[in-house]
Nanobody, 120 residues
Framework: QLVESGGGSAQAGGSLRLSCAASGYTYSSYCMGWFRQAPGKEREGVAVIDSDGLAKYADSVKGRFTISQDNAKNTLYLQMNSLKPEDTAMYYC?????????????????WGQGTQVTVS
């Protein structure tokens, strides 16, 4: 089970930190990703991190978002800075076996229900 939290409203240029609490599986055996979906758009990969802490980012968020995790707490984070209105979306965390093809939804086995981020 994956449960996201930390979403909300922010002004452009502001910051938010998302969390994703994992349970029911061996957290360290999976790579963890963040996706987002804006109304009328496809769900897109935002960032991924593997068990060694190596991260990849979508070009649209590089330099602004940081993915991290606390393996002891089975928790994934997404620090979002310099937010833009185009970052407005539902954000989902997901767990998958590999960072290969990390932007592809079928790569992920478990999904959270999402947390809404609105930037104005």
């Amino acid at each position: 089970q994956l449960v996201e939290s930390g979403g909300g409203s922010a002004q452009a240029g502001g910051s938010l930190r998302l969390s994703c609490a994992a349970s029911g599986y061996t957290y360290s055996s999976y790579c963890m990703g963040w996706f987002r979906q804006a109304p009328g758009k496809e769900r897109e990969g935002v960032a991924v991190i593997d068990s060694d802490g190596l991260a990849k980012y979508a070009d649209s968020v590089k330099g602004r978002f940081t993915i991290s995790q606390d393996n002891a707490k089975n928790t994934l984070y997404l620090q979002m800075n310099s937010l833009k209105p185009e970052d407005t979306a539902m954000y989902y965390c997901a767990a998958g076996p590999s960072t290969v093809a990390w932007k592809q939804r079928p790569n992920y086995r478990y999904w959270g229900q999402g947390t809404q981020v609105t930037v104005s």
